[in-house]
C-alpha cells in the first residue's frame, strides 16, 4: 500500500513551457492526501526557489537533492559541502578556468557573475536571480549545494579537484555539485524514517538524472514521457508528459486517485 508519494518539480510537476503545474495535477495531489496519502517535493531546488509550487499543501520537502530535507517547518536532515572542497573549488577558479556558479545556503542563495548560459537556463525554468557576491561573503555562510554552469569537460576537470563532492545533472548547461553521499533517496529515507514510512510503502516520479537512484529504490517509480532515456529505462513505469497530465495519468492507472 503507497503512503507516501515523492515528486519531482521540473518537468515532472512543472512544465517547462508554463511554468506552472496544471489544474488536474493539483486537484490529484489534494485527492491524495484525501485519501491520507502523503505529498514531498524531492527536488535539486532550494525550498526558496519553489514559488511554482507554493500554494500546495506538501506534508514535507526533500530539496537540494537530498541534502536537506524539512517537514513543516523543521530542518530534519540536512548535509554540507565540506569547507575544504569549498576552498578548492575558488582555487580552481583562480588558477584554472572561471565559469557561473549559484552557491546554495541554509537560508538562501548567492552567485558570483551570470553570463547569457545563466540567463537562458534562468528563463527556461523560471529561476529567480540570486544576490551577486564576493568570494569571502560567500564562503562565510555553509554551502550546501553549488549549481555550476559548465560542459562535460569541464565538469572532469572541476571534480578531480572537489575529492568529497559528486555532480549530478538533469539539464545540460549545469550541473549540481553537491556532498559525497548525498541524493534524493538518501533524503527520502531520512524523511520516511521521520513520518514512520516503509521504503516498501513510497512511489516517485521524475524525468532527470538526479532522479535515477531514487526511481531505482522506491516501491512504484513513474518517468514523465519527456524522461531521457537513461531515466525512462530505470524506472517500473513510464507514464505521459509533464504537459499530457502524465502525473494525473498514473495516478489513475495505479488507482491511487479516481
Not at 485527492?31 to 514531498?40: D, R, S, V, Y
Not at 531546488?45 to 530535507?69: E, K
Not at 569541464?154 to 538533469?170: D, G, I, K, P, V
Not at 516503509?198 to 531514487?214: K, Q, R, V
Amino acid at each position: 500500500m503507497i503512503k507516501a508519494v515523492f515528486f519531482d518539480i521540473d518537468g515532472t510537476l512543472v512544465s517547462f513551457k508554463t511554468h506552472t503545474v496544471a489544474p488536474a495535477v493539483v486537484a490529484a495531489l489534494h485527492e491524495l492526501q484525501q485519501q491520507g496519502i502523503k505529498i514531498f517535493v524531492a527536488s535539486g531546488r532550494h525550498q526558496c526557489t519553489m514559488d511554482n509550487v507554493s500554494a500546495i499543501p506538501f506534508d514535507g520537502y526533500v530539496t537540494l537533492n537530498g541534502g536537506m530535507c524539512i517537514a513543516g517547518k523543521r530542518i530534519i536532515y540536512k548535509h554540507r559541502i565540506p569547507a575544504v572542497d569549498v576552498t578548492a573549488l575558488f582555487e580552481y577558479f583562480d588558477t584554472e578556468e572561471r565559469f557561473p556558479c549559484v552557491f546554495v545556503h541554509e537560508r538562501g542563495q548567492s552567485m558570483t557573475y551570470k553570463n547569457a548560459t545563466v540567463e537562458k537556463v534562468f528563463a527556461q525554468i523560471a529561476f529567480r536571480d540570486p544576490p551577486i557576491r564576493t568570494a569571502a561573503a560567500i564562503r562565510r555562510s555553509a554551502v550546501y549545494q553549488v549549481l555550476g554552469f559548465f560542459g562535460a569537460a569541464q565538469e572532469r576537470r572541476l571534480m578531480r579537484r572537489l575529492s568529497h563532492c559528486a555532480t549530478t545533472r538533469w539539464h545540460p548547461l549545469f550541473a549540481d555539485i553537491v556532498p559525497a553521499g548525498s541524493s534524493k533517496w538518501i533524503g527520502i529515507t531520512k524523511m520516511i524514517a521521520h513520518f514512520g514510512i516503509a521504503p516498501e510503502e513510497t512511489m516517485a516520479f521524475g524525468d532527470g538524472g538526479n532522479d535515477i537512484e531514487m526511481l531505482q529504490n522506491v516501491q512504484l517509480s513513474i518517468a514523465m514521457g519527456n524522461a531521457g532515456s537513461d531515466v525512462q529505462q530505470v524506472a517500473g513505469n513510464i507514464t505521459a508528459t509533464v504537459d499530457d497530465d502524465g502525473v494525473v495519468q498514473a495516478l489513475r492507472k495505479f488507482k491511487l486517485i479516481r
